[in-house]
């Protein structure tokens, strides 16, 4: 299947400051989904982006649907302890599958 | 987003015997759900796709005789695992679409340990 690969895989950040994460795949895909899952939990939908070029925002969170239709970018601003978990994006082709990426653990520091 | 509901949420069986996960999801009459697979510190993976009244479709690499999928209602899919090993133990997570946009929602998942 499809290749995603996220960065960082891991990161620390002191509360407050912002944090910004990525996905590149060699596929292009007409959906870009990104998504939160905490321990032991099942994924959680934060955005969703359907078309090239495309930036959503919910709350601090923001997202971008690259113009090659192959990357994605998601930037948390003014990080608060609550956002520790491991975020995974995902691709969508037209079919119904979902390809999600490596995941990136982010860790928070009070 | 919608409510999808798995149960059990974990689950220790003895090598060989057999495991039902049920999938539910309570607010939506769901077409299509996804059976996913998730080991220790890695990303999901599909393991199948479920289409309520016919026969699932599952990805390369997945044992059809051993992940028994019934989706025999638009509420409800299940997955046996049958003949459990200790390979199986994982974190299993289903989905189903949502009713726009190509949104997936999925449920908390069942932790099977084999032992």
């Known amino acids: 299947g499809q290749q995603l690969n996220q960065s960082p895989q891991s990161m620390f950040i002191q509360e407050g400051e912002d944090v910004s994460m990525n996905c590149t795949s060699s596929?292009?895909?007409?959906?870009w989904l990104w998504y939160k899952q905490d321990p032991g939990e099942g994924p959680v939908l934060l955005i969703a982006?359907?078309?090239?070029?495309e930036l959503t925002s919910n709350g601090r969170l923001t997202a971008q649907f690259g113009i090659t239709r192959k990357d994605s970018f998601l930037n948390i601003s003014a990080s608060i302890p609550s956002d520790v978990g491991i975020y995974f994006c995902?691709?969508?082709?037209?079919?119904?599958?979902?390809?999600f990426g490596t995941g990136t653990r982010l860790t928070v520091i009070p | 987003g919608a409510v999808v509901s798995q149960h059990p949420s974990w689950v220790i069986c003895k090598s060989g015997t057999s495991v039902k996960i049920e999938c539910r999801s309570l607010?939506?009459?769901?077409?299509?759900m996804f059976w996913y697979r998730q080991f220790p510190k890695q990303s999901l993976m599909l393991m199948a796709t479920?289409?309520?009244?016919?026969?699932?479709?599952?990805e390369q690499g997945v044992e059809k005789d051993k992940f028994l999928i019934n989706h025999a209602s638009l509420t409800l899919s299940t997955l046996t695992v049958t003949s459990a090993h200790p390979e199986d133990s994982s974190f299993y997570i289903c989905?189903?679409?949502?009713?726009?946009?190509?949104?997936?929602?999925f449920g908390p998942g069942t932790r099977l340990t084999v032992l």
């Open positions: 995902a691709g969508k082709t037209g079919a119904n599958n979902l390809f």
């Open positions: 596929s292009i895909f007409n959906t």
């Open positions: 982006l359907y078309k090239a070029g």
């Open positions: 607010d939506f009459q769901a077409t299509t």
């Open positions: 479920s289409n309520e009244g016919s026969k699932a479709t599952y």
């Open positions: 989905s189903f679409d949502g009713w726009s946009y190509n949104e997936q929602f």
